[in-house]
C-alpha cells in the first residue's frame, strides 16, 4: 500500500508561481511511474504531467507545457510539480498519483494505483 500526501497548494496572482509536492510512503517508491492531473469545479478530472521510475521521462499536457516542470526526487520518496506563469484556468484540486504496475508514463488516470487527497491551487485574476 502507498499513500500519498500533496502539498504546496495556495491562493496566487495570475502570473505566479506555486511548487506542489507529492510525498510517498513506502520503500519502492523509486520503481514507480507518478502522475500529476487536477479537477476544477464542475469539469472532470484531466491530465497534468507525468514522469517516469527514473526522471527520465516526462510528458505534460498542451496546456502546461512551457509552463509546469515534473520533478522526482527518489532518495526522498518526493514528485514535485513547479508551476510557472500561472493563469486562471489553472485553478483546480491538484493530485499526484502511483503507478505501481509500471516504471514507465501514462496519461491515463486509470493507469494509477494509488492517488493522493488533493491540494487547492486558486489562481487570481
Known amino acids: 500500500q502507498v499513500q500519498l500526501v500533496e502539498s504546496g497548494g495556495g491562493l496566487v496572482q495570475a502570473g505566479g508561481s506555486l511548487r506542489l509536492s507529492c510525498a510517498a510512503s513506502?520503500?519502492?517508491?523509486?520503481?514507480?511511474?507518478m502522475g500529476w492531473f487536477r479537477q476544477a469545479p464542475g469539469k472532470e478530472r484531466e491530465f497534468v504531467a507525468t514522469?517516469?521510475?527514473?526522471?527520465?521521462?516526462?510528458y505534460y499536457a498542451d496546456s502546461v507545457k512551457g509552463r509546469f516542470t515534473v520533478s522526482r526526487d527518489n532518495a526522498k520518496n518526493t514528485v514535485y510539480l513547479q508551476m510557472n506563469s500561472l493563469k486562471p484556468e489553472d485553478t483546480a484540486v491538484y493530485y499526484c498519483?502511483?503507478?505501481?504496475?509500471?516504471?514507465?508514463?501514462?496519461?491515463?488516470?486509470?493507469?494509477?494505483?494509488?492517488w493522493g487527497q488533493g491540494t487547492q491551487v486558486t489562481v487570481s485574476s
Open positions: 513506502g520503500r519502492t517508491f523509486g520503481s514507480y511511474a
Open positions: 498519483a502511483a503507478r505501481s504496475r509500471s516504471l514507465l508514463t501514462s496519461t491515463s488516470g486509470e493507469a494509477y494505483d494509488y
Open positions: 514522469i517516469s521510475w527514473n526522471g527520465g521521462s516526462t
